[in-house]
């Protein structure tokens, strides 16, 4: 059958791992063929290319951004590549030819950059000239890993095809569908295995509209060209029903089903299975998603269907995020005042912040943001319109499941966190039940998790 796979960039710096228990595990012959890979760059390649996606330690895009030396960033760049081509050599790769396109790589960006610097220096275009370089940068490290995959694969034996979809060298104006849909137009998956870049060259610019999330996107624009049986991310990890390294991993077990709306539900908090941007066209498609572990290639993983919703009441997966914010706002005139929340909401559509949790009173309304999307000016204004606003750090947590609609989880749930001498600051569920979000302070995080994990965990 015709499978759309995506490989993360953890997964992808076990190359052997990568090989053994997913390439080959279980296959042989033509069971090898009809299946396409996207591969993510090598970990933490792109972190060095645009910044560091936890930390936000800058990278060779903030030299370029701030007149800095990014020659010197990419000459970095250039040799961590090469550090990792001659790594991977033991597993059959052509080190001399993965350097030689390791160089065009680099050495095409620097005359892309250069000529954007140039730009720049004019003074008559700015942002779109930063968003465009984004888009080269970000697009290096899926070449490069893609090369080498597919190069060490090819020197085993197997027929291989490379979609590079990252449209380095060829400045036609084309979308992103019509990049793949023609890049898949040449290729007989039936008789071949296809490794495909994550990144994605388009007219729309992928990385502008989903930024870091943009492997995920390619998989799922792929997978709903080509109408996979299954469409399969492979992580690091099992999709787990609580995280293993805050309550342990004998307190845990992979979550075996679930939906997507469950999938954008743990995605709301951090938790992502799929990025929900990518997550929706397969949802529509009625393509069914596998999330497989790569370290454990004999256990199933976690399938998420459009309609599953499980047989039990009870809850699939306790988790959270402790980098968040309360911004509460109060203000005496928003009793009986049609519109005070649209108000406020459009204040936060003004400068580009969602929240994930609100909760609303006669006189205010509390609405939790990422703590990185906090904006000082946001806060000015809101400031200069109601009478009193507060913002204060928080962790929120959460029970999720496709059927937990049921008496007393809610009550167990809190006592429990009493009895662990957590306060809960803020409470919030809809009527679907789905999800059930428990604002607390940030330093009991972890032992809000694991107090319920023990009360209503599976």
Not at 341 to 355: E, H, K, N, T
Request: with cysteine; proline share 2%.
């Amino acid at each position: 059958m015709l499978t759309v796979e995506k490989i993360g960039g953890t997964s992808m710096s076990a190359l052997k791992d990568v090989i053994d228990n997913i390439i080959y595990y279980g296959r042989t012959g033509d069971g090898l063929y009809n299946r396409v890979f996207i591969v993510s760059a090598f970990s933490g390649v792109t972190n060095l290319l645009l910044e560091n996606k936890k930390t936000k330690a800058p990278g060779a895009y903030h030299q370029f951004a701030t007149g800095g030396d990014y020659h010197q960033a990419l000459a970095s760049v250039r040799l961590h590549l090469k550090d990792l081509n001659a790594h991977y050599g033991s597993l059959g790769l052509n080190v001399v030819a993965a350097d030689e396109v390791t160089d065009d790589i680099i050495n095409r960006v620097l005359i892309y950059l250069d000529s954007a610097n140039t730009m720049l220096a004019s003074g008559y275009l700015n942002e779109g000239i930063l968003l465009a370089v984004r888009e080269i940068l970000a697009s290096v490290g899926e070449s490069h890993s893609a090369f080498v995959l597919t190069n060490i694969l090819k020197n085993k034996g197997l027929n291989v095809a490379l979609a590079d979809l990252s449209g380095l060298g060829d400045g036609r104006s084309l979308t992103i569908d019509e990049r793949i849909r023609e890049e898949f137009e040449r290729i007989n998956l039936k008789s071949c295995l296809c490794i495909a870049t994550g990144y994605v060259k388009g007219t729309e610019g992928i990385m502008r509209e989903f930024d870091r999330g943009y492997s995920e996107v390619t998989f799922s624009r792929i997978a709903e060209l080509l109408r996979p049986e299954e469409a399969i991310i492979h992580k690091e990890y099992h999709l787990s029903t609580a995280d293993p390294a805050l309550v342990g991993i004998e307190n845990v077990k992979p979550v075996g089903y679930t939906n997507y709306d469950i999938a954008d539900q743990l995605a709301d908090v951090g938790m992502e299975a799929i990025h929900p941007k990518a997550a929706k066209p397969l949802e529509i498609a009625r393509i069914n998603l596998r999330i497989k572990n790569t370290f454990e290639p004999e256990h199933p993983g976690t399938l998420i269907t459009k309609n599953y919703v499980s047989e039990h009441k009870r809850v699939e997966v306790i988790t959270g995020s402790n980098q968040q914010l309360l911004i509460d706002i109060y203000d005496p005139l928003m009793v009986g005042a049609v519109g005070s929340d649209l108000d406020i909401m459009q204040v936060f559509a003004r400068y580009g912040v969602s929240y994930t949790f609100k909760a609303t009173s006669a006189n205010s309304i509390s609405i939790v943001i990422w703590e990185n999307d906090l904006n000082q000016q946001l806060l000015k204004d809101l400031r200069e319109k109601y009478e009193h606003v507060t913002v204060e750090p928080i962790s929120i947590v959460c029970l999720i499941g496709s059927n937990m609609d049921q008496p007393g989880l809610l009550a167990k749930a809190t006592a429990a966190l009493a009895q662990a001498e957590i306060n809960i600051l803020s409470v919030g569920v809809a009527l679907r039940k789905v999800n059930f979000q428990f604002v607390i302070t940030r330093e009991q995080f972890k032992d809000a998790i694991i107090a319920l994990n023990k009360a209503v965990g599976q």
